[in-house]
């Protein structure tokens, strides 16, 4: 440590390493760009699965969900979404249990489908369901429960399938953000009725944009590929009879992937396993040390394998941390060099989109959205509120050993605000000396 005294008030800095500490994805190597300008030259039409994209939709099952029977690609993470729900029936008049807090493209998709949304309050430990509000949550109009494994941390699957199961309702995994996670040592994606995962720019396993979509049930598979495909793909995969009469126009949506997506996808897919160890310990060795910490609160890990590639480092603020408020603390982390900032997403009641029963878009000229009053947020959503309040997004490091320095300035800046708590709440604010250090890409904001 180079100075005890706080960075806001003069002290020298403790992460001196240049920004930014997450640069993602990384670079590509020479054997991706190689293949890309050779499907350039080969082939820019999409013909079915053929090439790239067949080839993407095997490897991502065979090895992030094995024993699942089908896998579809799509163009995002939403659009696969998308498909989960339209292949198991989710309409007008239905309603999608999701959790609280997470991307809004995790359940939005239940909007343009006219079905209704209800929010139940997740677990402080996860950041995922909570079975209970789940139970809660259902009424008659319920067709199915968007599990989202938040920030790469599985939910408490059996018992949330065992509520689905009780209520005849469907469960969607949405595994945007757990790549390669596992829930008692079974992968995520390979529990619910469907999975879908985002391969988007930020994701463990990128194409740029890109999604992918697996399940066992033939059903599913059948109504899932309509739902974004047609012609070569719904004549050639679709099984049942009478589904394959829609084989010309698809429910009438194109979805589909582009092969130079698929290319890249396959290539971050081949490098995920080295990068996921390199993630899985270094920010195993940033929160095993946090422990120590009197400002936060570090990720609840019960067996660190199980993490996949995380996604996010989002420690929440003690109640020391809470006493001195999230803005006071964010101040002296990023003074100290840290790139830091709250989390983006908003609890999505409070989301105009989830407002109304009808369709948003059909609303008059001037109207004014209602979402649900702060008060019964508060109320309702007690875990969901404070997380949203506390919690603090740091990069998510991926070159071990590599960022090994970076990641103990990071700890040396944190014991510098641990012994500085008291006297942080008596400083100016805006105190912090020279240029306010850029904040962190928050995962929250990276789309599905």
Same mark, same amino acid.
């Given at each position: 440590?180079?100075?005890?005294?706080?960075?806001?008030?003069?002290?020298?800095?403790?992460?001196?390493?240049?920004?930014?500490?997450?640069?993602?994805?990384?670079?590509?190597?020479?054997?991706?760009?190689?293949?890309?300008?050779?499907?350039?030259?080969?082939?820019?039409?999409?013909?079915?699965?053929?090439?790239?994209?067949?080839?993407?939709?095997?490897?991502?099952?065979?090895?992030?969900?094995?024993?699942?029977?089908?896998?579809?690609?799509?163009?995002?993470?939403?659009?696969?979404?998308?498909?989960?729900?339209?292949?198991?029936?989710?309409?007008?008049?239905?309603?999608?249990?999701?959790?609280?807090?997470?991307?809004?493209?995790?359940?939005?998709?239940?909007?343009?489908?006219?079905?209704?949304?209800?929010?139940?309050?997740?677990?402080?430990?996860?950041?995922?369901?909570?079975?209970?509000?789940?139970?809660?949550?259902?009424?008659?109009?319920?067709?199915?429960?968007?599990?989202?494994?938040?920030?790469?941390?599985?939910?408490?699957?059996?018992?949330?399938?065992?509520?689905?199961?009780?209520?005849?309702?469907?469960?969607?995994?949405?595994?945007?953000?757990?790549?390669?996670?596992?829930?008692?040592?079974?992968?995520?994606?390979?529990?619910?009725?469907?999975?879908?995962?985002?391969?988007?720019?930020?994701?463990?396993?990128?194409?740029?944009?890109?999604?992918?979509?697996?399940?066992?049930?033939?059903?599913?598979?059948?109504?899932?590929?309509?739902?974004?495909?047609? @012609? =070569? *793909?719904?004549?050639?995969?679709? +099984?049942?009879? !009478?589904?394959?009469?829609?084989?010309? %126009? &698809?429910?009438? $949506?194109?979805?589909?992937?582009?092969?130079?997506?698929?290319?890249?996808?396959?290539?971050?897919?081949?490098?995920?396993?080295?990068?996921?160890?390199?993630?899985?310990?270094?920010?195993?060795?940033?929160?095993?040390?946090?422990?120590?910490?009197?400002?936060?609160?570090?990720?609840?890990?019960?067996?660190?394998?199980?993490?996949?590639?995380?996604?996010?480092?989002?420690?929440?603020?003690?109640?020391?941390?809470?006493?001195?408020? @999230? =803005? *006071?603390?964010?101040?002296?982390? +990023?003074?100290? !060099?840290?790139?830091?900032?709250?989390? %983006? &997403?908003?609890? $999505?009641?409070?989301?105009?989109?989830?407002?109304?029963?009808?369709?948003?878009?059909?609303?008059?000229?001037?109207?004014?959205?209602?979402?649900?009053?702060?008060?019964?947020?508060?109320?309702?959503?007690?875990?969901?509120?404070?997380?949203?309040?506390?919690?603090?997004?740091?990069?998510?490091?991926?070159?071990?050993?590599?960022?090994?320095?970076?990641?103990?300035?990071?700890?040396?800046?944190?014991?510098?605000?641990?012994?500085?708590? =008291? *006297?942080?709440?008596?400083?100016?604010?805006?105190?912090?000396?020279?240029?306010?250090?850029?904040?962190?890409?928050?995962?929250?904001?990276?789309?599905?």
């Amino acid at each position: 440590m180079r100075s005890n005294e706080l960075a806001l008030v003069g002290g020298e800095p403790a992460v001196t390493t240049p920004h930014p500490h997450e640069p993602w994805p990384p670079a590509p190597l020479p054997g991706e760009l190689e293949r890309l300008a050779r499907q350039r030259t080969d082939d820019i039409g999409i013909r079915g699965n053929a090439g790239p994209i067949g080839e993407l939709e095997r490897e991502f099952r065979d090895h992030l969900t094995p024993g699942r029977t089908h896998s579809i690609a799509y163009n995002s993470g939403t659009s696969a979404m998308l498909a989960a729900m339209m292949a198991v029936g989710v309409g007008p008049g239905d309603e999608v249990i999701a959790p609280v807090l997470t991307y809004h493209a995790a359940v939005s998709p239940a909007r343009a489908l006219g079905a209704g949304v209800r929010f139940a309050d997740v677990e402080l430990g996860s950041r995922c369901l909570d079975p209970a509000a789940v139970r809660a949550a259902i009424t008659p109009r319920t067709r199915a429960v968007v599990v989202v494994h938040q920030w790469g941390r599985a939910a408490a699957l059996r018992e949330i399938l065992a509520v689905a199961a009780e209520h005849g309702l469907a469960v969607i995994e949405d595994c945007s953000h757990a790549h390669g996670s596992r829930y008692d040592g079974r992968p995520v994606g390979t529990w619910g009725d469907v999975a879908i995962f985002s391969l988007q720019a930020n994701k463990a396993v990128y194409a740029g944009e890109g999604g992918i979509l697996v399940t066992d049930d033939d059903g599913i598979a059948d109504r899932a590929i309509l739902a974004g495909h047609y @012609r =070569d *793909r719904a004549r050639a995969d679709v +099984r049942d009879a !009478g589904l394959r009469a829609f084989w010309e %126009s &698809g429910y009438g $949506l194109k979805l589909r992937m582009s092969p130079f997506n698929a290319i890249v996808a396959l290539e971050s897919l081949r490098r995920f396993d080295d990068l996921a160890r390199q993630r899985q310990d270094a920010l195993g060795h940033l929160n095993d040390a946090l422990v120590a910490s009197s400002t936060v609160v570090p990720v609840e890990v019960p067996d660190r394998r199980d993490m996949g590639a995380w996604y996010g480092y989002k420690p929440y603020l003690s109640d020391a941390g809470v006493a001195v408020g @999230r =803005d *006071r603390v964010v101040e002296a982390l +990023r003074a100290e !060099g840290v790139e830091v900032d709250a989390p %983006s &997403g908003r609890l $999505l009641a409070r989301l105009p989109l989830f407002a109304a029963d009808d369709a948003p878009w059909r609303a008059a000229a001037g109207d004014e959205p209602s979402p649900m009053p702060d008060e019964e947020v508060a109320e309702r959503f007690p875990r969901g509120c404070f997380l949203e309040a506390n919690a603090l997004s740091l990069p998510t490091f991926y070159r071990w050993p590599d960022d090994r320095g970076v990641v103990e300035q990071y700890l040396d800046a944190f014991a510098k605000v641990d012994a500085h708590l =008291d *006297r942080l709440a008596a400083v100016p604010a805006g105190a912090a000396a020279g240029a306010r250090p850029p904040a962190p890409r928050d995962a929250a904001s990276h789309g599905r």
